[in-house]
């Protein structure tokens, strides 16, 4: 039987989503081995295995798809960070070992993306992209502020530092997840290691 119609869109939709995440992709890997500069359109759209003019069907620019990796990265860890305080209303501890659980798994399974966000370091002054990046980390400290602020009221958070100062510490822990998978042997690399860490550094007290 011949495809209907929409049957027919619906697979030029998938396609074109498929097409999508791989430049992506490919945009990531090459951002990440030769630098937002060197990195060309050309050289992304070969490693995608797609032409230079489809991949502008995409994307208009180099920098339109580099904010688009970056958001891609950041609403994937985002939309996780959700997940968990979902899952863990009312247990702050639990949270924040949820939230380190997702910096290990990510570090982990997705190299490429997790070394990018490392590099975005060197373009956060860039003033078509600071407030992107300040915005991103702004909502990751805050949402940690606010689980922080209500460990301290139930007693379970006893450092006397300023819980914004702590917020700010624990979400750049990301980065030192990557140096420290890149450093430490695989054997001593683990999320109960790396909760431990935090805790003694956020002195906190589980129940």
Not at 1 to 28: F, G, P, T, W
Not at 52 to 78: D, G, V
Request: glycine letters at 2%; aromatic letters at 14%; one cysteine or more.
């Amino acid at each position: 039987m011949a495809k209907n119609i929409v049957e027919k869109s619906r697979e030029r939709y998938l396609e074109y989503e498929q097409r999508h995440q791989n430049i992506l992709d490919a945009a990531i890997r090459l951002f990440n081995a030769k630098g937002y500069t060197a990195a060309t359109t050309a050289e992304i759209a070969r490693e995608a295995k797609i032409s230079e003019p489809t991949m502008y069907k995409h994307f208009k620019n180099k920098k339109e798809l580099f904010f688009a990796c970056f958001r891609s990265i950041t609403e994937e860890l985002l939309s996780s960070y959700r997940e968990v305080y979902k899952n863990t209303l009312d247990d702050e501890i639990g949270y924040l070992k949820g939230v380190i659980k997702i910096y290990f798994d990510f570090v982990t399974e997705n190299p490429h993306k997790s070394m990018f966000l490392v590099h975005l370091l060197s373009y956060r002054n860039d003033p078509d992209f600071k407030n992107t990046f300040t915005d991103f980390m702004d909502r990751c400290i805050e949402g940690v502020r606010r689980v922080l602020i209500s460990a301290k009221k139930k007693g379970k958070l006893k450092s006397d530092v300023d819980v914004h100062i702590l917020a700010g510490i624990f979400v750049n822990q990301y980065f030192t997840v990557v140096s420290l998978r890149e450093f430490i042997e695989p054997e001593c690399f683990t999320n109960e290691m790396l909760f431990w860490l935090m805790r003694d550094m956020l002195v906190l007290e589980e129940r």
